[in-house]
């Protein structure tokens, strides 16, 4: 399984959903507050390419988007073999 990383900050209800929905799925993920860890949004906007929202989920280096992203690659069936890729 590729390692997930997910940008949060502490109040944002769409961090917890999509933290929810990779824990159904099993996934373990490396949660990054950007407002607690230094440089951590920088680098969240860079790597998301200029997405400066939160949450931003990389699966791998695969930039997944937000909560909508994600469940919308639930829906169609592409985020269970992206998560065991």
Known sequence: MPP???Y??????YCSAAKSLLK???AAF??????????ARSEMTQRAGGRTSVPQI????????????LYA???????????TA
């Open 24 to 26: 159904e799925k099993g």
């Open 73 to 83: 690659l639930d829906r169609a069936g592409r985020l269970d073999p992206l998560l």
């Open 58 to 69: 990389f699966v791998g280096e695969t930039h997944v988007g937000g909560c909508d992203d």
């Open 30 to 39: 490396n949660e990054i507050d950007v407002e607690k860890t230094a440089g």
């Open 4 to 6: 997930v990383t997910i």
């Open 8 to 13: 949060t900050t502490a109040w944002c209800p």
